[in-house]
C-alpha cells in the first residue's frame, strides 16, 4: 500500500511539473523527491532575446520570426577552477528564425564613364532562414547577460547594396532608363570612335606630309648639296689655273674668266688676280677694276710723325677720286681729287696705272697707292701745306 502510494505521488509531481512547463532535471536514487527547476525562469524574456538577434542580424535584414529550442544548462560552466559552485549559471538555448530583406538589392554590372549599371541580386522581402545559440547568465545582482552566434551567418552574405549605396548615377539592367542609358552610351561611344578614328587619320596624314615635305626638302638640300660641291670643284678649278700654272696659262685663265657671264667667277677671277703674285695678271685685273668706274672713295688716316695728323684729318673730311676719264690701253686716268674741307684739293686731277702702283696728282697735292696683298690700294696723300696722311682705296 505504502509503494502504491509514492508511486501516485511521483506521477503527480511529474505531471505538474510538465503542466507548468518544467522539466526533471535530477532524480536522486532510490527517493520519491525530484529536483524539478521550471526552465521559463532560466532564459531571459522572449523580447530580450528578439533585441539581441537583431541586432547580431547584418544591415538590410529584419527578424520576422524567432524560434527557440530546449534551453540547457552548460554545467561545466556553473563550476569555478576549485570545483565550487558559480553564482552565474550559464543557459545555451538554440534557436530558429526567419529574417528578410528590407531593400532591393544590386551588384554592380559595367561602369560606363559617369554611370554605373547595375544588375538585381535579391528582391526585397527575400526571406532567409538562420539557426544558432543563445547563451545567457543571469547576474547575481539580476539581468541578464545574453550572446547571440548566428551558426549559418553565410546565407546572408553576397547580397550585394541597396541602390542608393552606389555612387554617381545609376541605371538596373533590364528597366526602360537603363536601355536608353546603354543605346545613348553605345552611340557616344560609336561616335567618339568614329571622331578619335577621324583625328588619326587627320594626324597620319599630317605625318605622312610632313614626311613627305621633310623628304623632299632632303633631296632638295642633297642636289644642293651636290650643286654646290660642284660649283665649289668648278670655282676652284678656275682659281687654280689663275694661281698655278705659267703666266701665259694665267692670263688666259684670266680672260677667259672675265668673260664668263657667272657674276661669281668674274669676282673670283678679280680676287685672285689682285691678290695673286703675278705683276702682269694683277695689272690686268686693276685695269678691268678702273674700267666703268666713275668715282672711288679714299680712306685717310692720321700719323704717328704728324702731331697735327688728327686734326687735319677731322676737318679734311671725306675724300674722294672722280673719274672722268680712263684709258685701259694706256692706263691713264683724268678725273678730279677732292675733299669738303680742303678747297685746294677741289680741282682737276690726273695720273696713271702701272703695273701694280697708280699716282694721281692735282694742285700741290700727291696720290701714291700700291696694290697690297689684302685687294687694297695702300698708300700715301702729300700735300704742301698739310701733313702726310695714309691713304687706302678698296679694290671691292
Known sequence: MVGSRLGRLKGGIVALALWAGC????????????????????????DLQRDQI????????????????QPQTNEAA??????????ERPVIQP????????????????????????????????????????KA????????????????????????????????????????EATKLVAELEQSAKQQAEAEAQRQRRQQEQLELQLSVVKAEAQRIAAD????DQRAAALAAVKRQLMEGERPARIAAFEAALKSED????????????????????????????????????????????????????????LTLVIDRYDSVAGTIEGKLGASGYPALLGSASGYLAQTEMSINTYGCALQLRLSDVETLDGVLRCQTLPTLIARITLD
Not at 104 to 129: C, F, H, N, W
Request: contains cysteine; positive net charge.
Open 78 to 87: 556553473t563550476k569555478d577552477a576549485t570545483g565550487k559552485d558559480t553564482p
Open 95 to 134: 534557436f530558429t528564425a526567419v529574417v528578410s530583406l528590407t531593400a532591393p538589392t544590386y551588384t554592380i554590372e559595367s561602369q560606363r564613364g559617369p554611370y554605373t549599371l547595375l544588375r538585381p541580386v535579391a528582391d526585397q522581402g527575400v526571406r532567409k532562414t538562420i539557426a544558432g545559440l543563445i
Open 137 to 176: 547568465t543571469r547576474r547575481e545582482g539580476g539581468g541578464w547577460a545574453v550572446r547571440v552566434g548566428i551558426q549559418n551567418s553565410y546565407v546572408l552574405d553576397n547580397i550585394g547594396q541597396p541602390a542608393d549605396r552606389f555612387q554617381g548615377r545609376t541605371a538596373v539592367i533590364g528597366t526602360p
Open 225 to 228: 648639296h651636290a650643286l654646290i
Open 263 to 318: 657674276v661669281s667667277v668674274r669676282a673670283m677671277a678679280l680676287s685672285a688676280a689682285l691678290s695673286g703674285r703675278d705683276a702682269v695678271v694683277a695689272n690686268l685685273a686693276l685695269r678691268k677694276f678702273f674700267t666703268g668706274k666713275k668715282s672711288l672713295p679714299v680712306q685717310l688716316f692720321a700719323t704717328r710723325e704728324y702731331k697735327d695728323s688728327d686734326a687735319v684729318l677731322n676737318n679734311l673730311g671725306p
Open 54 to 69: 537583431t541586432r547580431e542580424l547584418p544591415q538590410l535584414w529584419r527578424l520576422e520570426t524567432f524560434s527557440p529550442g
Open 23 to 46: 522539466a526533471p532535471l535530477a532524480i536522486w536514487a532510490g527517493c520519491t523527491v525530484f529536483a524539478v527547476p521550471c526552465m521559463a525562469d532560466a532564459m531571459p524574456p522572449l
